[in-house]
């Protein structure tokens, strides 16, 4: 699946296929109980604004007013077979004033130089969170921006002062000067439940207000993201990012961000930021201009079914510790690669992506209490957590591994060779053996020479010959995990031991 920012694409032009109408029968369901947007639709449409971004340039004769990839001729075309008119002129549009009755700020001292050699960069959506001018967006509407302009539904167009970024929520906020504006309600993310009516306004295509509808569709949907996205079938398109996702009581339950697409167009999947947590963003930019977050440095992966099997967990959850950073808190309250965190302050983690949560929002230099499953046995951990630092480049080992020692390999596939003392302290481990050859079992789970073996099954590796006698009993009926490092992370691989040969 790819997501896409939805500002960043043009669809292609699609040709609907004309189905005649059905004859009218008796029977025919009447168009009973179908939700009427229009009373929503007037209540929040003035909150909602256009938002467009400039760059300066130094060449002239540059094209201007258009979202990132479309030019005059795919326009003009978009518009002739979707809408049967010619394409109109837009505030922006190459040749037109911006102020007056042509979408303007209406003299507002904000109303930028036509004069300027600016190149439009960008175009997207936003909602006003406050009568003083707060707009919220998204981070990538206004990326690389050198100017930002939100033009509101009664076409007074305005500069906007950034107040902050967080790249990570993919959440923005900008400032306008003005007073007395129409603001949106808030509403609760949580309780969102799948199969509610929603619907989107924005500025697709730089189509200001256009308002579309469907259903939520999914919730905490995953995308590798730092948060659990709000799956909808609302037809969301370039240009509707940054814009709210509403409910049927007119409140603003997310931020339309992403969709899933192969063409750039919508494909009847989007997703939107859930709005508490956008909120809690906004608020910290508001105070401060940036978001701190928190952080216990470890890298984690999911927990498999397999591996929780092979583990003796009662069901595949939590979120499986890959590396600690060295003198990390996490490396400092004890946490080591291979251990399974179940629990955060008391809260249960039922996926790897809910623990970068759970830790980020709490406040650096709190004391929080981690419960990891190790060697078929739950522990509690006391940590600190530390404040998150931009991330930083790991460098990766260059030492050269021992020239291999061929031997007969075991019931997993393996030949395993003992590490030096110094490698093991240089790597920064207290054990393991380094895999020289593999084939069978081994081979078919993506094992590698290089690899080391840590752990099979709860029992720590700490010589070639241990691993051999170990691995010598395993049986071929149950699955075993073992607790492998490849470069810099750690993670368990189930795998099924082959009959002994005779």
């Known amino acids: 699946m790819t997501t896409f920012s939805v500002r960043k694409f043009l669809a292609t032009a699609v040709v609907a296929a004309c189905v005649p109408f059905a004859p009218h029968t008796a029977s025919a369901a009447p168009a009973a109980n179908l939700p009427d947007f229009t009373d929503l639709v007037d209540k929040v449409g003035p909150a909602v604004v256009n938002i467009r971004t400039t760059t300066r340039v130094t060449s002239s004769g540059t094209r201007g007013g258009l979202p990132p990839g479309m030019d005059d001729g795919d326009m003009s075309e978009f518009f002739r077979r979707f809408f049967g008119i010619p394409m109109p002129q837009s505030p922006q549009s190459p040749g037109m004033p911006r102020g007056g009755d ?27 969170l406050s009568a003083d001018g707060y707009v919220m967006t998204n981070a990538h509407v206004i990326d690389d921006a050198d100017t930002i302009y939100v033009t509101l539904t009664d076409k007074r167009e305005f500069k906007a ?28 993310s949580n309780k969102v439940r799948v199969g509610e009516w929603v619907v989107a ?60 697409s192969r063409t750039g167009g919508f494909m009847g999947i989007s997703f939107a930021i859930p709005i508490d947590e956008a909120m809690r963003v906004a608020d910290q930019l508001k105070a401060s201009g940036k978001v701190v977050r928190g952080r216990i440095a470890v890298a984690i992966g999911e927990v498999t079914k397999d591996v929780a099997d092979s583990l ?33 302050n008391g809260h249960s983690v039922d996926t790897a992506t ?25 522990r509690d951990l006391p940590v600190t957590i530390a404040e998150m630092q931009p991330d930083k480049s ?18 997993l596939g393996l030949a395993v060779s003992d590490i030096p003392a110094d490698q093991l302290k240089a790597l920064k481990l207290r054990n393991g053996v380094q895999i020289d050859a593999v084939d069978g079992p081994a081979a078919r789970v993506g094992l590698q020479k290089g690899d080391i073996v840590l752990r099979v099954g709860d029992t720590d590796i700490t010589s070639a010959k241990q691993f051999d006698e170990l691995t010598a009993h395993l049986d071929s ?9 490849r470069g810099e992370n750690t993670q368990f691989v189930p795998i099924r031991p082959r009959s002994a040969q005779k």
């Open 312 to 344: 003796g967990l009662p069901k595949s959850q939590g979120a499986l510790v890959s590396s600690v950073e060295p003198g990390g808190p996490a490396d400092k309250a004890g946490v080591q690669p291979g251990d399974i965190i179940l629990k955060f």
């Open 394 to 411: 790991a460098k990766a080992d260059q030492r050269k591994p021992q020239p291999p020692k061929q031997r007969a390999t075991n019931a």
């Open 201 to 260: 306004i924005g500025s697709p295509f730089g189509l200001e207000n256009t308002v579309t509808a469907g259903i939520v569709s999914a919730k905490g949907r995953d995308t590798g993201d730092y948060l659990p996205f709000i799956q909808t079938d609302v037809a969301v398109n370039p240009g509707n990012s940054g814009g709210p996702l509403i409910n049927m009581q007119g409140e603003v339950i997310g931020i339309n961000s992403q969709i899933y």
């Open 161 to 188: 002062k950034l107040i902050g970024v967080d790249d990570r929520t993919d959440v923005a906020v900008v400032k306008i000067s003005a007073a007395n504006l129409p603001t949106i309600t808030i509403g609760d």
């Open 102 to 128: 042509n979408g303007g700020s209406g003299g507002s001292q904000d109303t930028p130089d036509s004069n300027d050699p600016e190149q439009n960069s960008g175009v997207g959506s936003g909602f006003i």
């Open 477 to 485: 009926q149950k699955m075993v995990a073992l607790l492998v490092r």
């Open 354 to 378: 809910d623990l970068p949560r759970m830790v980020g929002d709490t406040k650096p230099g709190t004391k929080a209490t981690i419960t990891v499953w190790r060697k078929g046995q739950t």
